[in-house]
């Protein structure tokens, strides 16, 4: 099958009937990123394109529980358990690889019964950002790198995660960082991975393997925000579903294995004029003035950020000293301990790499938030910190140490509110404050075995 996903709806029907399509899968990013939705037989989806879904499943924690009672929650939400309008996207239409019959797969956008953007679908909360770039005339543009881990099946909780066999027979017991015959030991599973990403168009860029054992890290070809979101979103739901096809488990948390490092959703991003010119550069090569006003509103806002780019109680694990990842929001050239880092770079290709992002984040949200902090940075022309030159692993602390810090800075931080719409941010604020709660009630291994008998 062959994929044009440039279309508008008329050759939506026309590319389904090309393809033989059956079925179609309606997918729905929730806050969580996981897939909601409906699976519509083709004439169905064809004859009733204003789906319904209700608007509560936005409101749900990771487990699937609402936060009712929860004041921003129930202004938001009400008391009627409304619906919203599923309109699909054609741009997004991809055939489903794995299936049997021939299924096809599209993301939906959400909207009230008056066709107004639900304010609080993560798509219409990176599209309300990026708005605000094309008000002035520019295009942010980004590329993801994210890491994730490949484990061996594990059903049972509460037994510790460890790598997967590979074709050797045997797992990794030290860190192969950049081995090709690592990523070798899995050839298998990822030739089914770049095969059924060139059927979706994903458009992967390079393979790598990771610190960790059995962490390895995907590239994405730069591109505009919701572009490289939607293959984000795919990807994730794809590499789960190969691995699993191939025995194992693949996960995107933060920090799956106590004595590995993390897994983070780096975000390389930079600014286009209406010509294509890079705005962080002025015509002589030189950095411009946008280009430090971004890097200083990512300084400011980033810590308030977090709750959106460090979105559980385990992504936290990630950000410690000595773990990998950036523990402040320092900033310097080709340099990896800084949270925000400038790659070496021909002007036209000057960019500003996020490594607080984790790689649980949900790529709209995250992309979201980022983007609204160097924005926040132009508009307020704020200025950055002198540049780091050593390594900023040893300064101190300046991100959030927990979910619940981080939940209380987002809450202040009002001019974050405005850029991503209060509504979106009431009814986040409540989701995961709830899954805090729900976290708070379970007792660890670890309280168990230090306090059980030593308290």
Same mark, same amino acid.
């Given at each position: 099958?062959?994929?044009?996903?440039?279309?508008?709806?008329?050759?939506?029907?026309?590319?389904?009937?090309?393809?033989?399509?059956?079925?179609i899968e309606c997918l729905v990013p929730d806050l969580t990123g996981v897939a909601r939705g409906k699976i519509l037989p083709r004439e169905k989806f064809s004859t009733d394109r204003a789906m319904r879904l209700p608007e509560a499943v936005f409101g749900m924690t990771v487990t699937g529980e609402s936060p009712e009672g929860h004041e921003g929650y129930d202004r938001v939400f009400g008391f009627t358990d409304k619906d919203m309008v599923l309109i699909p996207d054609p741009t997004t239409l991809r055939v489903v690889p794995w299936a049997v019959d021939p299924t096809a797969q599209v993301i939906m956008d959400c909207v009230d019964h008056q066709g107004k953007p639900v304010d609080f679908a993560p798509r219409n909360v990176l599209r309300r950002v990026t708005s605000l770039y094309k008000d002035l005339g520019w295009t942010p543009i980004v590329a993801p790198e994210l890491e994730f881990y490949l484990l061996e099946r594990n059903t049972d909780p509460d037994i510790a995660l460890s790598p997967p066999v590979g074709r050797s027979g045997r797992k990794e017991t030290s860190r192969q960082l950049y081995s090709i015959d690592a990523v070798n030991e899995f050839d298998p599973l990822f030739e089914d991975i770049y095969d059924y990403c060139d059927l979706m168009g994903l458009e992967l860029d390079t393979l790598i393997h990771e610190?960790?054992?059995?962490?390895?890290?995907?590239?994405?070809?730069?591109?505009?925000?919701?572009?490289?979101?939607?293959?984000?979103?795919?990807?994730?739901?794809?590499? %789960?579903? &190969?691995?699993? $096809?191939?025995?194992?488990?693949?996960?995107?948390?933060?920090?799956? @294995?106590q004595n590995e490092p993390g897994s983070a959703m780096h975000i390389h991003q930079s600014v286009v004029d209406a010509q294509g010119q890079n705005i962080f550069s002025k015509p002589d090569g030189s950095a411009s003035p946008i280009f430090f006003h971004y890097i200083a509103g990512l300084q400011k806002y980033l810590p308030a950020a977090m709750a959106l780019l460090a979105p559980y109680v385990n992504s936290y694990r990630r950000i410690?000293?000595?773990?990998?990842?950036?523990?402040?929001?320092?900033?310097?050239?080709?340099?990896?301990?800084?949270?925000?880092?400038?790659?070496?770079?021909?002007?036209?290709? %000057?960019? &500003?790499?996020? $490594?607080?992002?984790?790689?649980?984040?949900?790529?709209?949200?995250? @992309?979201?938030?980022?983007?609204?902090?160097?924005?926040?940075?132009?508009?307020?022309k704020l200025k950055p910190t002198d540049v780091t030159t050593g390594s900023a692993y040893a300064s101190d602390y300046q991100l959030p140490r927990g979910l619940s810090e981080a939940l209380r800075e987002l809450e202040n931080a009002k001019a974050l509110h405005q850029v991503l719409g209060k509504d979106f941010i009431d009814v986040y604020l409540a989701v995961k404050d709830a899954e805090h709660d729900e976290f708070m009630r379970v007792i660890s291994p670890w309280e168990r075995e230090h306090l059980l008998m030593h308290v």
């Open positions: 099958m062959t994929e044009k996903v440039n279309m508008n709806h008329v050759d939506m029907d026309k590319w389904l009937t090309e393809n033989n399509i059956t079925e610190f960790g054992a059995g962490q390895m890290e995907i590239n994405f070809l730069h591109d505009e925000p919701m572009l490289l979101a939607d293959k984000t979103f795919f990807f994730k739901r794809t590499l %789960r579903e &190969v691995a699993m $096809r191939h025995g194992m488990y693949a996960t995107f948390m933060a920090k799956p @294995m410690v000293r000595n773990g990998a990842a950036p523990i402040n929001i320092e900033w310097g050239y080709d340099n990896r301990t800084v949270g925000i880092r400038v790659p070496i770079s021909e002007p036209s290709a %000057r960019r &500003v790499e996020n $490594r607080v992002v984790g790689a649980d984040a949900n790529p709209y949200l995250a @992309m979201a938030v980022t983007l609204a902090c160097g924005y926040l940075g132009i508009v307020e």
